[in-house]
């Protein structure tokens, strides 16, 4: 194809995108458009896949059947949203194993938020209801991404979310309304867990290199900031009606802006997380690395049964 | 290192009785039993289901897209082919 061919199917293809046409796996699409898409959807599977280690710690540990089940169902769901997703993402050239291995060999991010401990089981309440809180700011958006599977992926993701949030702020009110050891616990978690939430809603626009395009192919609505301004509005007052404090001294109602204005963020702490150097990103390699390998004799004893069956068929067919 | 790979199947759904079968996504398993099993796990945890199709990706075969003109082009021109295109005294009820 020559070089105005190709600018001339770019044009028709933002013009589609602009028109609110979803793209399917086989339209032709622009290099860059699939390389983004890749690299942000494969993202967003190994978040999932990795999210489900910091919780999958305390299923064991319970204080209950009922919370025992609940977070089950909920890691349970997180393995099926990074199947939809790594599935969605195939769609676009790429294999299962080659995404598996640029996770697996540090080349793939996962979000930071992943690589922080889970130390008490007020962690579990914690992450329920403001990490689960905030992915879901970032998700419901994608819902009307411009790449069909992507979006279908995210539907299915999105209805399945807010179970997660209320069994994590249902903790969270169980905690804070019993013994004051429970009522310190659950504040603690909180103390962890909330600026690492607002940093999981991205870099400040003004560092934020993608957005532009991003917004333009609808792979993002609205910026980082925007989105984490959204959260906080929408999660101190939960904190407030259950008389836990978010710690962050600066935090002020503003009348004017209708909104809340808030302390800095330790934006070297985000970077140094990202680079591999948080409390626990070698833990968390180390744990999903580990269960690939030794799962391995099990996917090749599941395929060679399935081709000794496939041989039995043809034999009596015969 | 493992020698081979699962293969990927499409699995398709009918949400209830009285619907069709409908695209949910893919998944690998070595066989379709498994395919089937995973499908139930990954795609009907909330009683979305009560039937299951899965195809081995590999068995479909898809129209290209880039060749829409010649393919979907022909239906465009045959007006003949909807109600509108007959006229009937206004007389006429119920047809
Ligand atoms: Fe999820
Ligand atoms: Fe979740």
Redesign the interface.
Known sequence: MSEEQIKNLEAQFEARIARDEKI?A???MPEKYRKTHIRQMSQHAHSEIVGMLPEGNWITRAPSLRRKVALL?KV??EA?HG??LY??C?TLGI???ELYEQLHSGKAKYSSIFNYPTVTWADMGAIGWLVDGAAIINQVPLCNTSYGPYA??MVRVCK?ESFHQRQGYEIMIKLANGTPEQKEMAQDALNRWWWPSLMMLGPTDAESIHTEQSMKWKLKRKSNDDLRQQFIDQTVPQADLIGLTIPDPDLKWNEEKGSYDFGDIDWDEFWQVVKGHGPCNKERMNARVGAWERG?WV??A??A??EK??QRKEKQAV | MSTKNWPLWEVFVRSKNGLEHRHFGSLHAADADMALENARDVYTRRNEGVSIWVVESKNITASNPQHNGEMFEPAQDKVYRHPTFYELPDEVKYM
């Open positions: 399917e086989k339209d032709w169902a349970q769901d099926g199947l939809y599935s969605a195939e294999s299962r194993d279908r992926a399945e391995e996917r090749d599941a395929m049964h399935a069956q496939q």
